[in-house]
């Protein structure tokens, strides 16, 4: 019985969405348990899929949260 757990950050990918949209969701789901299927040939009907959404804030990369990451790539600062 697999178990596959899917975090990405609460932001929109489209223009003035906040948030992954039930049809990417959905898109999620459905190719992450047909890849089970087909790689290790585990059933559609025992995968679970589990999408986490997390803000911003609480999501760091390089020390700090991704808001301040981001701005120090637009500022030219990569350390």
Same mark, same amino acid.
């Given at each position: 019985m697999p178990y596959v757990n899917i975090k990405v950050t609460r932001e929109g990918t489209a223009p003035g969405a906040s &948030?992954?949209?039930?049809?990417?969701?959905?898109?999620? $789901?459905?190719? *992450?348990?047909?890849?089970?299927?087909?790689?290790? &040939?585990?059933?559609?009907?025992?995968?679970?899929?589990? $999408?986490?959404? *997390?803000?911003?804030?609480s999501w760091g990369v390089g020390g700090v949260t991704v808001p301040e990451y981001r701005r120090q790539l637009r500022a030219g600062d990569t350390r």
């Open positions: &948030s992954t949209t039930p049809e990417q969701k959905a898109a999620l $789901i459905k190719g *992450v348990s047909e890849l089970l299927l087909d790689v290790l &040939s585990k059933p559609l009907n025992s995968t679970f899929v589990v $999408i986490d959404e *997390v803000e911003l804030e």
